[in-house]
Structure formats: structure tokens, C-alpha cells
């Protein structure tokens, strides 16, 4: 009789793993909002004599060349780098979640147009869109957020809108209509609640893809300029001291990490959903 119990208990066990990821992700979170309790050093200012030095107790990451504290740049970056990708993330989830709630809700010619328009956004690149919608807004981390987010619409409107058709077939949502709801009621109160559930898992595997999306501009120039510290700002700025390969592992490493660490957390929320 013990048995179900144990299983139960065992079900709702979160794996290692997973507590590994969510730490990561609370360290990148304290680092985006309270960067001074982690590092002294001014990620704007260095000491000439110390460039390019090694990873030391003194300096974690090493040292630029320009000798600024690595480390503190990586901290000091995570705020942009983190918001960037909210931002994006936030874009996809209310643009893309309208276009197909509107369209798996209201159907025909309407679900018809805006299906189409989902197909040819999902035909493009996610990158290759987010480079030209960066492009014709300007170089900007801003900038790079919303063409991350105009590149992930199409995403979860499909998503949605598959949800919402089959929460519209169901017994509960027919009901409420053959009693009277209207067609905003069942809206709001049936369709919308139980369709987005699966929106929550998107929107996280989402945080992490715009991470990389958004570094990977960075990387490009498409970014802000320099002094900024955004995570692919500080990739690509090292490259070109081979020399000092700190400079490319340690922003890199960290980048890998936040999200190797959101996939994972995705995932898990998938599964128990």
C-alpha cells in the first residue's frame, strides 16, 4: 500500500540537475541585480600595467587590454544581457500569443491570413530576421531585443494557436457556450487559461535562444558599442588577442552556462506539466 506514495514522492523529486541549473540561473540573476556586491573593480577603468593577466585570485577572469577586471565586465553585462532577452521573450509571448489566440479562436478567414503570415516568418531564419529587423531599427541592445522578439512571434503564435484549437474542441468549453457564455467569456475564462499552459516551458527555451540571438548580434556589431560589456560584445572583442584566451573562455563559459541552464529548466517544467 506503500507503494503509490513512494512513486508519488518520487515524481515530484526535482533531479539534481535541475537544482544545479536553477542555481546558475539565481547566480546570473543576482549578477544582473546587484552587480556591486560581487566585484569591486570598475569594468570601465583599468590599470594599464595589468593588462592582459591571467586568471588570478586577484582577477577571476583575467584582465583586458586595456587592463579592466574580466570579470567585472562579465558581472556588469549580465544586466543588459539578462533585460535583453526579457525583453524579447516578452515580445514573442504578447504579439505571438494574440496572432494565434485570434487565430485558432476565431478560425476561417482570419485564422486562414494570419496562418499564412505565421508560415512565412517561420520560412526565414530566426537570426537572419533579427539581422534585418536590427538592421533597419539601428545598432542597439535595445534594438537587438525587439528584432530577438519580432523573430521569436512566429513561434508562439503557432504554438498557441495549435493549443487553443484543441482546447476549443473540448467538453468543457462546449458546454459553457451551449450555456450561454459569450464568445469573450469562453475566451478569457476557458480557452485562454487552459491553452497557455504549454507557454510557460516555450517562454523559458525562448530566454535562452534570445540569450544567444542577442550575443550572437552583439558578436556582429549589431549591439552597443564599446565601453558596453554585453556578454557577445565581450566574445568578440577578445578574439583578437589570441594570446589571451581568457578573454573569449570566460564570457563564453558563462553565456554556455545561463542557457545549458534554461534548456534545462525547460525541459523539466515540460515534463511536468
Known amino acids: 500500500m506503500q507503494a503509490p506514495a513512494i512513486t508519488r514522492r518520487s515524481a515530484h523529486r526535482v533531479p539534481p540537475t535541475v537544482v544545479l541549473a536553477f542555481a546558475v540561473l539565481a547566480v546570473v540573476l543576482a549578477w544582473a541585480l546587484a552587480p556591486g556586491l560581487f566585484t569591486q573593480h570598475d569594468p570601465g577603468q583599468g590599470v594599464t600595467a595589468d593588462k592582459l593577466l591571467a586568471p588570478s585570485p586577484a582577477h577571476w577572469f583575467g584582465t583586458d587590454h586595456l587592463g579592466r577586471d574580466e570579470f567585472s565586465r562579465?558581472?556588469?553585462?549580465?544586466?543588459?544581457?539578462?533585460?535583453?532577452?526579457?525583453?524579447?521573450?516578452?515580445?514573442?509571448?504578447?504579439?505571438?500569443?494574440?496572432?494565434?489566440?485570434?487565430a485558432g479562436f476565431l478560425g476561417g478567414l482570419v485564422d486562414v491570413?494570419?496562418?499564412?503570415?505565421?508560415?512565412?516568418?517561420?520560412?526565414?531564419?530566426?537570426?537572419?530576421?533579427?539581422?534585418?529587423v536590427v538592421s533597419s531599427l539601428g545598432f542597439q541592445t535595445i534594438n537587438a531585443a525587439i528584432a530577438t522578439g519580432v523573430s521569436a512571434v512566429a513561434v508562439f503564435a503557432r504554438v498557441l494557436r495549435s493549443e487553443v484549437l484543441r482546447t476549443r474542441r473540448s467538453v468543457f468549453v462546449e458546454a459553457s457556450a451551449?450555456?450561454?457564455?459569450?464568445?469573450?467569456?469562453?475566451?478569457?475564462?476557458?480557452?485562454?487559461?487552459?491553452?497557455?499552459?504549454?507557454?510557460?516551458?516555450?517562454?523559458?527555451?525562448?530566454?535562452?535562444?534570445?540569450?544567444?540571438?542577442?550575443?550572437?548580434?552583439?558578436?556582429?556589431?549589431?549591439?552597443d558599442p564599446p565601453p558596453a560589456s554585453d556578454w557577445g560584445l565581450l566574445v568578440s572583442a577578445g578574439k583578437d588577442y589570441p594570446t589571451a584566451p581568457w578573454l573569449v573562455?570566460?564570457?563564453?563559459?558563462?553565456?554556455?552556462?545561463?542557457?545549458?541552464?534554461?534548456?534545462?529548466?525547460?525541459?523539466?517544467?515540460?515534463?511536468?506539466?
Open 178 to 223: 451551449l450555456l450561454g457564455g459569450s464568445r469573450t467569456h469562453v475566451l478569457l475564462r476557458h480557452v485562454l487559461p487552459n491553452a497557455s499552459r504549454t507557454v510557460l516551458a516555450l517562454a523559458v527555451l525562448q530566454f535562452g535562444l534570445s540569450i544567444l540571438v542577442i550575443a550572437g548580434l552583439a558578436f556582429l556589431g549589431y549591439g
Open 249 to 273: 573562455h570566460a564570457p563564453a563559459a558563462v553565456t554556455v552556462a545561463t542557457v545549458l541552464s534554461v534548456n534545462r529548466v525547460s525541459r523539466w517544467l515540460r515534463g511536468t506539466a
Open 113 to 132: 491570413v494570419l496562418a499564412r503570415v505565421v508560415d512565412v516568418l517561420l520560412a526565414i531564419p530566426s537570426f537572419l530576421l533579427a539581422v534585418i
Open 74 to 102: 562579465v558581472v556588469h553585462g549580465t544586466a543588459s544581457s539578462v533585460t535583453s532577452a526579457l525583453v524579447a521573450v516578452g515580445i514573442g509571448v504578447v504579439v505571438g500569443g494574440l496572432v494565434g489566440l485570434l
